[in-house]
């Protein structure tokens, strides 16, 4: 069983910033990747920024530039830096994790207003 613990959510105005992290805890072995997604009311759950064992970084395309992904192995937490915020980032954000399995943590919600 792995457990996902999400922080760093909040309010922000626009062209703020957060920092949200995932700390995974529980039966993990080997993990090949870490990742946020994120899901907006109304809208699909969808990528933001993905992070793999080896350091390799994929990013949505309305996030580059803006977001930051990071890992910390030791302590198997996986970050998101998130700067220059948009009204259009408001979604809840979602840490998943790979290892084996697929593993999502509860959801932590980001809302960018005025």
């Known amino acids: 069983q792995v457990q996902l613990v999400e922080s760093g959510g909040g309010l922000v105005q626009p062209g703020g910033s957060l920092r949200l992290s995932c700390a995974a805890s529980g039966s993990i072995f080997s993990i090949s990747s870490m990742g946020w997604y994120r899901q907006a009311p109304g809208k699909r759950r969808e990528l933001v920024a993905i992070?793999?064992?080896?350091?390799?970084?994929t990013y949505a395309d309305s996030v580059k530039g803006r977001f930051t992904i990071s890992r910390d192995n030791a302590k198997i937490t996986a970050f998101l830096q998130m700067n220059s915020l948009k009204p259009e980032d408001t979604a809840v954000y979602y840490c998943?994790?790979?290892?084996?399995?697929?593993?999502w943590g509860q959801g932590t919600q980001v809302t960018v207003s005025s």
């Open positions: 998943r994790v790979v290892s084996g399995n697929i593993y």
């Open positions: 992070i793999t064992s080896g350091g390799d970084t």
